[in-house]
């Protein structure tokens, strides 16, 4: 299993290497010190930083039914001047909804009379969409959001009075809110929260697919309402209006995660790239009749990734003022933006190339078949897999290549950096959940100003993907400062969003780690010590260095009463003393341990136990206690699950010269425990840990044949740390031990093995 080394000091002093341990897993948490909620909050759907005011302050989108109440009070007017009615930061999106007028009667009762005016609603809000989508797509991006802005303003006080027009020409009060694309609606504001998390494979049914959307009317499974409300749709629609509803009954919203359909708020289907989104979630006041095409579909975009988080597919977006966003994530992915003026030609013409060969490399809808061409979301999963894998293809081709010119990767961010007319888009999913963005429109979502979203750092991970750069948000978890991109968290079925404020007034995104998410008891838990990053589980072998035990008296330690542990589980501590360890420890059943986990929940994390170890001071129930093997060892008070992680080695991080000097002094000095025991453990080959003069228990955990833990090493925030976990179950009074691994001697001196195990190899080397 191990690989051992071998150390020796320079004036003959024998330094033995043990411990070799090999990483069991790969992957990461990304555990951050700073304490900031993944939250938002500000007006009127305006997304602001986490930062503004109160830092502990929920999660706020004010949605629009709030706004609409001010309405009511306030939208009688024959005039439009909103700077007369409305705050200033209210009108666009009071005047934008082109239900406000509507909601200024919301009394009555006659439903014939609401489909009527919805329909007026509905179509007042398509042509507001459309139109505005259109110019958008039609301008650059550099003053995008002003003038989507002024356009907005522009629109709304045309919106306004031709609803005030219709609604008083009509003079037909409505009887319910006819509102289809508030962000209040998301999270079904009113009925219920929806923070529990989407499972991975609802999220995972919402990616695009190269099939057309299923029309089952009779779809088995489903809620009976949802049904219902499906075959109310189905029924009103023609056949071929039909197919842009999803009755399917399975299938999920990409950006909500959400199953359920309604009237006023259908489950929509692409046309070409077949994600299908609620109409509230996507912005989308009335379906068009014939085929829908989501965003970067209507307007010819290939190839196209989000800004936040790099990533290709799901239901996107326009992105506004991104520029520094993605020169950000450009920089985390080691690209140089400025080269593109020196080759701009060849560039071009290199990323043209590897456009084709992207196309080439998967079977391409016939273009004659399709409206407008495909985007990087219908393309098949081998390049779409590909694309994801995107910042990394890049690292590996920088890597090779050192030059940006050479970058053989082309989405809409790299093109972006030659050319500032293309387009952004942004996630849904990244634009609603990152902190700092804001959504000009509530009601059409056309766009999500990302300016003010948090800049990707190079040196920020993100814990699930495991890669740099990209807007990431942190566990919601009080303490937990794990960090991952909400579109990787939106995978795993890791987002939640929540109706908040005593009147359902707003709606909170948040996002939990996979540890938190896994074990929400964890929550109340408060992790006294400031985890940082745990990067990644070194794949190295790693070592003690230990002269090894040389008085070998067994009289006055302590002996088994009933015989040497055989690595089973004998209790070598008596009764009373392990009762007094209780005691101490407050725990009411000695085994007491931490919920039991699967070997498959060990294999798939054991990072994620570094975590918990932390946040449930795990060393608590540790003891130094004599030991049957030499002189003091590490004893549990508690059961110990297999998988656990039981201690951490801690000690002064020193280099190879000052481990060799150290050692040689520890051996020539006075202090006979020095003399007689080693406390250094090799993380890799340039470090050793000292635990001699400054040190955690682990130091004193003896060497076993047979042992209970196995010994490895992870990063934290680029800082290895020794942990051990346990390999089997571990009962309360034994002894924790590992195998330290020694390298073996044939010659020299031989140090004697007291562990005492079955399978004793007799001598630690
Ligand atoms: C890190 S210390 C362990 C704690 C030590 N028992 C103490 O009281 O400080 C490592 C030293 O313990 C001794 N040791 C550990 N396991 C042993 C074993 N199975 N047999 C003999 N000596 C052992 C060796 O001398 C070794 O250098």
């Keep these: 299993m191990a690989e051992p080394t071998h150390v020796h000091t320079k004036d003959g002093v024998r330094c033995r290497s043990f411990g070799c341990m090999k990483a069991l897993s790969s992957g990461e948490v990304n555990i951050c010190s700073r304490k900031v909620r993944p939250v938002v909050c500000g007006k009127y759907g305006e997304i602001c930083n986490e930062l503004i005011g109160d830092v502990s302050r929920p999660a706020k989108i004010v949605p629009l039914s709030r706004i609409l109440k001010t309405s009511r009070r306030d939208t009688l007017p024959n005039t439009c001047d909103s700077k007369q009615t409305f705050p ?26 609401a489909i009527h005016h919805s329909s007026i609603c509905n179509e007042m809000n398509v042509d507001l969409s459309l139109e505005e989508d259109e110019k958008m797509f039609t301008n650059g991006f550099d003053e995008e959001n002003s ?46 929260s929806t ?34 409300s499906s075959e109310v749709n189905s029924e009103k629609l023609n056949p071929e209006h039909r197919s842009l509803y999803v009755m399917d009954s399975d299938a999920f919203c990409c950006v909500c995660g959400g199953s359920n359909k309604d009237e006023i708020n259908c489950l929509i289907e692409c046309s070409r790239c077949f994600i299908k989104v609620h109409q509230a979630c996507y912005g989308v006041s009335k379906v068009p009749k014939g085929h829908w095409y989501c965003r970067p579909c209507r307007t010819n975009s290939r190839d196209i990734v989000c800004v936040l988080c790099g990533y290709g597919g799901g239901a996107m977006t326009c992105a506004l003022r991104s520029r520094t966003i993605v020169k950000g994530l450009l920089k985390a992915w080691n690209i140089e933006t400025d080269s593109r003026h020196k080759n701009a030609v060849s560039s071009a013409q290199i990323m043209e190339d590897d456009l084709n060969m992207l196309h080439s490399s998967g079977p391409m809808l016939e273009s004659s078949m399709l409206p407008v061409s495909r985007p990087v979301n219908t393309e098949p999963l081998s390049t779409a897999a590909w694309k994801m894998d995107f910042p ?24 972006g950096a030659f050319d500032s007319t293309v387009k952004q888009w942004v996630h849904m999913v990244c634009g609603l959940w990152t902190p700092g963005t804001r959504c000009p429109n509530v009601d059409t979502m056309s766009a999500f100003d990302v300016s003010g979203a948090s800049h990707p750092k190079a040196n920020v991970v993100c814990s699930i993907c495991n890669r740099p750069g990209g807007s990431c ?12 991109h909400p579109w990787c968290a939106h995978q795993k079925g890791l987002l939640q969003s929540e109706v908040e404020g005593a009147e359902n007034e707003s709606v909170g995104f948040y996002g939990r780690c996979v540890l938190h998410a896994t074990h929400p008891l964890c929550e109340s838990g408060s992790d006294p010590f400031d985890i940082e990053v745990v990067c990644s589980i070194e794949k190295e072998f790693t070592c003690a260095r230990t002269e090894g035990y040389k008085g070998r008296k067994r009289d006055g ?16 501590v008596p009764q009373e003393q392990l009762n007094a360890w209780i005691h101490i420890n407050g725990q009411k059943s000695s085994t007491n341990g931490l919920p039991k986990l699967t070997v498959s929940d060990v294999e798939y994390d054991c990072r994620k136990e570094y975590a918990r170890y932390k946040q449930m001071k795990g060393w608590k129930h540790l003891v130094v206690y004599k030991s049957g093997i030499h002189a003091l060892g590490l004893y549990t008070s508690r059961f110990i699950s297999r998988g656990e992680m039981v201690v951490e080695y801690v000690g002064e991080i020193v280099g190879l010269r000052v481990a060799d000097k150290r050692e040689i002094e520890y051996q020539s000095g006075r202090k006979l425990q020095y003399k007689s025991a080693c406390y250094f453990f090799r993380i890799d ?32 925030r680029n800082e290895k740390k020794v942990v051990f ?21 044939d010659e020299g001196k031989k140090i004697p093995c007291f562990c005492n195990s079955k399978n004793c190899r007799r001598y630690l080397n």
């Design 557 to 572: 330690f302590w002996h088994n009463l009933h015989g040497q542990s055989r690595g089973k589980s004998a209790c070598l």
């Design 147 to 192: 003038m989507l802005e002024k356009k907005l303003d522009h629109k709304s006080k045309k919106n306004c009075s031709k609803l005030n027009r219709k609604v008083f020409t009509k003079s037909k009060p409505k009887s319910k809110e006819i509102r289809k694309r508030s962000l209040c609606e998301l999270t079904d504001n009113g009925k219920k």
């Design 88 to 113: 200033d930061e209210l009108k666009k999106t009071i005047f934008c909804g082109s239900d406000a007028g509507y909601n200024g009667f919301s009394n009555l009762k006659e439903e014939k009379s």
């Design 195 to 228: 923070s529990e998390s989407f499972s991975l494979v609802k999220i995972s049914k919402c990616m695009p697919k190269m099939e057309a959307g299923k029309v089952s009317k009779n779809a088995v499974g489903s809620k009976q309402n949802i049904r219902a």
């Design 725 to 745: 976990f346990a390999e089997r179950d571990i009962y309360p009074g034994e002894e924790i031990t590992y195998d330290y691994h020694f390298n073996h001697e």
């Design 685 to 716: 080959k340039e470090h050793i840990i000292d635990a001699t003069c400054k040190g955690g228990i682990a130091r004193f955990v003896n060497h076993s044949c047979l042992p209970n833990c196995v010994a490895k090493v992870i990063s934290v």
């Design 473 to 484: 948000i942190q566990c919601r978890v009080v303490n937990c400062s794990v960090k991952f």
């Design 392 to 415: 990394n293809q890049l690292d590996v081709l920088q890597k090779s290549s050192g030059n940006a010119n050479n970058v053989k990767v082309h989405n809409s961010i790299t093109a």
